[in-house]
């Protein structure tokens, strides 16, 4: 069965700090697709980032960065030098290809918090 | 750039009312999903629709129904309302070819009393 494990439900770190967020996926399909989003405390969610399961390829876009691993069905997320705007529930998300649709499935999220 | 608009942005209602929550998906987005987060939870996809025609179906409730119109907007109806129909309802638009993400609108609160 296809599950999403965010086992990390609420980290604390003072503003400057570097932050690694853990997601950990479970399914039967070689074809897939991860997703982080972001949801500040204004409740709207936003697109951080999708990765296909082809590309094990780390991204680094500014002060945020992933780590993909098949071999540990890992998915994390990193925030360098973090701020107190990167404060937020951070959900991560798998979507199979086999569905023709986004049914995706959601970790519970990861609230973050941010000290300044 | 155009994002998805949902209205309206916060609703309260009472038990037993209906509610009708609208979304405008970015434009020329074939597909819309509608999502249903409760307090201290993950998004809970509910319904989609691709060009007009419902495509899948989620947890949604046989208390709500959904539309999606000829201008691509949709529509979310809610009969019956309880409290536990209390959460903020998402709308996210994609277009389906190339796996394009999900953009989501920012969502109407519902607070049913």
């Known amino acids: 069965a296809q599950k999403v494990t965010q086992a990390q439900t609420e980290i604390s770190v003072v503003e400057k700090e570097d932050v690694t967020l853990d997601c950990v996926y479970e399914?039967?399909?070689?074809?897939?697709?991860l997703f982080w989003y972001k949801q500040p405390p204004s409740g709207e969610l936003v697109f951080l980032i999708r990765?296909?399961?082809?590309d094990e390829q780390n991204e680094i876009s500014g002060r945020y960065s992933w780590n993909f691993q098949k071999s540990t069905s890992s998915f994390n997320f990193t925030i360098t030098a973090s701020q107190v705007v990167d404060s937020a529930v951070y959900f991560c998300?798998?979507?199979?290809?086999?569905?023709?649709?986004?049914?995706?499935?959601w970790g519970a999220g990861t609230k973050l918090i941010i000290k300044p | 750039a155009a994002g998805v608009i949902q209205s309206p942005r916060h609703l309260i209602k009472e038990k037993r009312e209906t509610a009708t929550l609208k979304c405008y998906p970015i434009?020329?987005?074939?597909?819309v999903y509608w999502y249903q987060q409760g307090p201290g939870q993950d998004p809970q996809f509910l319904i989609s629709f691709y060009e007009k025609m419902q495509s899948d179906k989620g947890s949604i409730p046989d208390r709500f129904s959904a539309q999606q119109f000829s201008d691509y907007h949709s529509e979310l109806n809610m009969s019956s309302l309880e409290l536990g129909d209390s959460a903020l309802y998402f709308c996210?638009?994609?277009?389906?070819?190339?796996?394009?993400?999900?953009?989501f609108g920012n969502g109407t609160r519902l607070t049913v009393t």
């Open positions: 996210a638009s994609t277009l389906r070819s190339g796996w394009s993400p999900l953009h």
């Open positions: 399914t039967r399909d070689t074809t897939y697709y």
């Open positions: 434009p020329r987005h074939d597909t």
């Open positions: 990765r296909n399961s082809f």
């Open positions: 998300a798998l979507s199979e290809a086999r569905y023709s649709n986004y049914q995706l499935i």
